[in-house]
């Protein structure tokens, strides 16, 4: 695609997402695309835009990627007390590096969660996000 379309389908994206695509967003979305498929902090985002010389206040950044991942243009997958903003927004799960903090996609099939046992009273399941932690061997 050239240069030129690519940005009028981040436009495009945003606005069917519900959200004005101002500069600074579509700076967001153009590094979202241009990094290809990986797990986002606020503060790897914040150093990649600044990289690429946009300057943005890590506060509208982490704003920018809630309000992504609100809308389903992101992921939001949490370990802990750590959150990452996945940019695969098909379904899959996570394994999860305990040493390295590192997180990457579950690939091909995914595991299936069985005999989940009813919700609390009055509520329904969304989905389950597998986290598998894993660790170097040897
Ligand atoms: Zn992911």
Redesign the pocket.
Known sequence: MAPRDQVLSDSMRLREAGIRPTKPRMGVMRAIREGG?R?LSPDSLHRELADTGIRMSLATVYNTLKQFADAGLL?R?GVGDRT?F?T?TSE?H?FFDEVTGR???VLGDQPRVIDLPPPPLGMSILGVDVVIRVRRTG
């Open positions: 498929r797990h992921r997958v990452w996945c695969n899959h996570h997180i990457e996609d």
